[in-house]
């Protein structure tokens, strides 16, 4: 494969990832309407911890488990974000 090939698998993969991140805060909007529902607070800092540390575990690179934190510390702000919305 060539770099336009490899550019091309790449554009493919940003619009899967694009596709399962919007899946991914649909579901979020879903979890603030229960939340708001039952009145427990959107931020769940045990939940996120868990998730964090069983992505580091699942994580076999080669992203480095740091830089896979920080995206999903991203990923959790905007799930959060869209929560409060529901609330």
């Known amino acids: 494969m060539d770099l336009g090939d490899w550019r091309e698998r790449i554009d ?3 619009r899967q ?8 805060m ?5 979890i603030g309407k229960i939340k708001k529902a039952a ?3 959107v931020r769940d800092p045990e ?3 868990v998730l964090l540390d069983k992505l580091r575990q699942y994580n076999q690179g ?7 934190e920080a995206i999903y510390r ?5 799930a959060v974000d869209l929560e409060e919305e529901e609330g």
């Open 74 to 78: 991203q990923i959790i702000q905007a």
């Open 17 to 24: 990832l694009v596709d399962l991140l919007n899946e991914r």
């Open 47 to 49: 939940r996120e911890r």
């Open 26 to 30: 649909g579901c979020a909007q879903e």
């Open 39 to 41: 009145g427990r607070p």
């Open 62 to 68: 080669p992203i480095k488990g740091d830089s896979l």
């Open 12 to 14: 493919a993969l940003d």
